[in-house]
């Protein structure tokens, strides 16, 4: 997708969301949102290193040449800010003021976390991998940080976890991690730390800016503060109609695409009355546990008039979305059911296109 057609919401440091419509494509097809917390390094493939160290047998040093020559793993993924939605909270808190469209589809290829650590050689207790970015800047408390985040030990050495260096079939551009990243699914994207250069065992726990002060849930009703942001909390986002888009009498074809961090979507119901009925809609087959599902189904408006369409998706594990805003102070994990307004006009006097 040409950058004209992204938004941009931030200019710097750099973040830009993409339309509804490349939310839903297939890996490929479709961008994927770009988020940065500082500026982008430069970086030289030849010269990079990643080290890993900290609770290991043997600390070692990997070029990205070293690394092609492992056997490569791929995961095909949907990827999501945490802080998607954010400016559809009321108050708005303060940080980036994402739309619905900081969220895509795409391929990674790397090698695996797993593979990597066994390489290595983990030490008895053992409890974290943390992960670090070439990037670094001042935070609120005045400090200066790099980018870093831990995952728990069990999460790294899941096999679909990767130290990637291939976006759909082609090496990562800058602005996604260039030369190598690292990829979580299934947990929103702050996970999947960008121009990886260290990853470090740890035996406590980390308690760096991005792990404690930010990217954890703050002021959310039934939800401890401090609870860290990691599994993408289920959605399901109407990509046709268009917001306010003008329709003519009849059968509307209504299209989406849902997905969920903790457990396969296995329904997404249409309502037209503010949730007091639903109807189920048509899942597309799953092409794996981590990617969108797409979601088609037909809506008969009673009649002329103004009216908002609204998608719930529900996973495998009994989760789905709330009617209302859950609203929490740093803005993460909105997942409200997704509302469209539409208008009927049989006369098709102000139609256009969707």
């Known amino acids: ?18 339309p ?22 430069v970086l030289s493939q030849a010269e990079h290193r ?40 009321r108050p708005q808190p303060k940080g980036t003021a994402w739309g619905l469209g900081a969220a895509g589809n795409a391929v990674f290829e790397g090698v695996a976390l797993q593979d990597l650590l066994e390489e290595v050689g983990v030490e008895d207790g053992a409890l974290e991998v943390l992960a670090v970015g070439a990037d670094a800047g001042t935070v609120a408390s005045g400090a200066r940080v790099a980018f870093e985040r831990s995952l728990p030990l069990a999460v790294a050495r899941r096999g679909d976890v990767l130290l990637a260096h291939t976006l759909n079939g082609a090496p990562l551009p800058p602005e996604h991690g260039f030369p190598l990243r690292l990829v979580v699914p299934g947990w929103y994207g702050v996970a999947s ?7 470090s065992v740890l035996r406590t726990p980390f308690a760096g800016w991005f792990q404690k002060d ?10 401890p503060d401090g609870t860290p942001v ?11 109609p268009e917001e306010g888009a003008v329709l003519r009498d009849g059968a509307v074809a209504v299209e989406g ?38 979601f088609r189904g037909t809506w008969s408006p009673p009649g002329p008039g103004s009216y908002t369409l609204l998608a719930r998706a529900t996973d ?35 139609l256009r296109s969707m």
């Not at 494509?25 to 500082?38: K, T, W």
């Not at 930010?214 to 939800?223: L, M, N, P, Q, R």
């Not at 990691?230 to 046709?240: G, K, N, P």
């Not at 296995?266 to 599902?293: F, I, K, N, Q």
């Open 214 to 223: 930010t990217y954890v849930y703050d002021g959310e009703s039934g939800v």
């Open 20 to 41: 509804l419509s490349e939310v839903a494509c297939a890996p490929g097809e479709g961008a994927v949102f770009v988020r940065s917390h500082f500026d982008l390094p």
């Open 1 to 18: 997708m040409s950058a004209s057609r992204r938004r941009v919401v931030e200019e710097v440091p750099f973040n830009a969301e993409v």
């Open 50 to 89: 990643v080290e890993v160290a900290g609770a290991v047998v043997r600390p070692a040093a990997y070029r990205l040449a070293d690394l092609r020559r492992w056997p490569v793993r791929s995961v095909e993924l949907t990827l999501e800010c945490a802080g998607n939605g954010r400016s559809l909270m």
């Open 316 to 350: 495998a594990t009994g989760a789905t979305q709330p009617l209302d805003v859950v609203w929490n102070r740093l803005g993460y994990g909105n997942n409200a059911v997704h509302r469209v307004q539409v208008v009927v006009d049989p006369s098709g006097s102000v």
């Open 193 to 199: 730390v960008k121009w990886l250069t260290r990853l």
């Open 230 to 240: 990691r599994a993408m909390r289920v959605r399901a986002l109407i990509t046709s």
């Open 257 to 294: 695409a849902a997905w969920s961090g903790s457990g396969p979507v296995v329904a997404v119901a249409l309502s037209a009355d503010e949730g007091v009925s639903w109807t189920d809609l048509e899942l597309e087959p799953a092409r794996g546990p981590w990617l969108r599902r797409r």
